[in-house]
C-alpha cells in the first residue's frame, strides 16, 4: 500500500517556490509531509509567509546550510541542501498546487489510519478488544481533529502573544464614527453601510478611503476609480468635481505638480463575481500588504447561479467577504443599497455577515447635507447610534469634492 509520495512532495513545494502566495490556499501543515526535509521547507515557506508574505528560493539559502546535519539521512554525502532547493524549483512543471496538496494531505491522513490499525493489531494480542476499540477510536478521531482547532488554552496563549503587538485597527477620521467602533475599523471584522439611492454610500466610501492611513483597495462596482479619485481630486483642490468636466486650465494646472499621499488602490470590478473579486484582493494583501478593502456596493457583486434566489446569491456574497477578511486579518468595508421603503434587500445575508451594520439616513432639518447612522446591529459593542435625526453627525460638503465631514 503506497504511504508517501516523495515525487509529489518535490512537486508541491517547487511549485510554491514560484507562486508562494498559493501556500495561503492550501490546509496543509508540515507535518502532513513524510520527509522531514519536506517538512521543515514547508515549515520555512509558512514561517517567511507569515513574516513577510511571500518568499524566493533565495531567502532559504543561508538557513538550509545550516540544516545540513539534521537533513544528512536525506542526502548522498555530496549533495547540499542549496543545491537541493534548485533543484526543486528547476524540476517542476505549472502544478495544479490545491490538487497536489489534497493527494499529499490523504496521505498524511492514510498513514495515521495505518499507524493505529497496526497498534490496534498488536494489542489485539494481549487487550479486550472494548479497550483497544477505545484507544483506536481515539487515536483516530485525535488525528481529525488536529486541523484548525485549538484548545481553550491555545487560544488563550495567541491572545496573550497579541497583546503584545500594536492593536491592528484603523481609524476612518470620522471621530465619531470611530468611536461607535471601538476606536476605527479592525482586523478581520467586516462593517456594513446601507443607504438608499443618492443617500451618500459613494461618497462616504471615498471619504473613509482617503481619511486612511494604511495601505487598502477600493474594489469599485459602480462608479469607476477615475470618478471616485475625480473627487478625491477636486476635494483636494478645493473645487467641485464637476469642474473637472469642463476641463478648464485652471484645474489641470492645480494638478501639474500635485502629489497624491493617499494610500488608496483601486480594482474596477464591474460585473464581477465574488471569486473574482477575492482572487484580487487576495494578491492585494500580499503585494501591497492593505489592511482592508472596501466593496462599492454589494447588491452589484455579480456570481448568481442559474436557480439561485438573489437573496441566497447575496447572502453567500456577504458571508464570503466576511470569512475572507477574517481568515486573511483585513477588514472590510461593504456598502449597500436600501430600497425606497428602508428596507434592504437580502438585507438579513448582510445582517449575518457583518460585524456591525450601520443605516444612512438623512436629517430632518439637514435633509440635504446632514446625515446621521443607525447602529442596526453590532457584534463586539454596545448598540448605540451615531448622531441622530435632529443631531447629525456627517455633513455632506457639495461644493468641494463632494466629500464628508463632521
Ligand atoms: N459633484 C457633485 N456636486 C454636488 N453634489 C454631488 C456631486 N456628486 C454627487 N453629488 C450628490 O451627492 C449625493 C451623494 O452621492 P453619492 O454618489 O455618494 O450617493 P450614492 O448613495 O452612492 O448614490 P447611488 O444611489 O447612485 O449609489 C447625491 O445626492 C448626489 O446627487
Known sequence: MKLHDENLE???????????????????????????VHADIFAKMQALI????????????????????????????EAEPTGYLQELVDCTLTPDIPHIAAQIKEFARRRTVYAAVKEAEVLLETRPAAEVMTLLQDCLSGSSVVEGIRSAQEVCQDIVISLDKPADCHQTGLAYLDQAMGGGLYAGFTYGFCGA???????????????LDCPHLYVALEMGSEQIETRNLARDTQINSLKFLDRPK???????????NRQTYYYDAPGQSVDEIMTRVASAVLRYNI????????QLVAGQQKGETEERHLREVAQKFANFARKHGVWCILMAQMNKDGQLFGGNGLKKACDQLYMIHGCGEYSEHGRWLQLDASRYTFRGNVGSDENPCLFLNTKQGPFFHE
Open 50 to 77: 507569515a513574516e513577510k508574505r511571500s518568499f524566493i528560493v533565495a531567502d532559504f539559502t543561508l538557513w538550509a546550510k545550516g540544516k545540513r546535519p539534521d537533513w544528512e539521512l536525506y542526502f548522498a554525502e
Open 250 to 260: 485652471e484645474v489641470k494646472d492645480a494638478l501639474a505638480n500635485h502629489r497624491v
Open 197 to 211: 439611492e443618492k443617500s451618500g454610500k459613494t461618497t462616504l466610501a471615498h471619504t473613509i478611503s482617503y481619511n
Open 10 to 36: 518535490q512537486i508541491l513545494l517547487g511549485g510554491l517556490f514560484r507562486k508562494s502566495d498559493e501556500i495561503l490556499h492550501i490546509e496543509l501543515q508540515p507535518e502532513d509531509f513524510y520527509y522531514p
Open 291 to 298: 489592511k482592508g478593502f472596501i466593496v462599492d456596493y454589494w
